[in-house]
């Protein structure tokens, strides 16, 4: 069974910088697209970055040149460096993997940003 474990949330001020990590156990095949979803106060779950085997990224607007999505050395792993925080980045943070045609979710880490 695919399970995916995210780390490395926690408080930090604006402007700060924090690096969220996931690793995905359970399958032998590597996952086609590894991606960072988030869910504010109030708000639906909310894509935020990802990236597929060959390399590709894409990021949502308002994150863009600020954070950086990159697989890992160890397979279906998967980092994301955030810089120059804003309280509206304050949110849960998930790991998604698409692994064979299925998607699978982290359970999420916190990221709060105070101003």
């Known amino acids: 069974q695919v399970q995916l474990v995210e780390s490395g949330g926690g408080l930090v001020q604006a402007g700060g910088s924090l690096r969220l990590s996931c690793a995905a156990s359970g399958s032998i095949f590597s996952a086609n697209t590894l991606g960072w979803y988030r869910q504010g106060p109030g708000n639906q779950r909310e894509l935020v970055t990802t990236i597929t085997t060959g390399g590709m990224t894409n990021y949502a607007d308002s994150v863009e040149g600020r954070f950086t999505i990159s697989r890992g050395n160890i397979k279906n792993s998967v980092s994301l460096q955030m810089n120059r925080l804003k309280p509206e980045d304050t949110a849960v943070y998930y790991c998604?993997?698409?692994?064979?045609?299925?998607?699978?979710w982290g359970k999420g880490t916190l990221v709060t940003v105070s101003s």
């Open positions: 998604r993997a698409v692994i064979m045609g299925i998607e699978y």
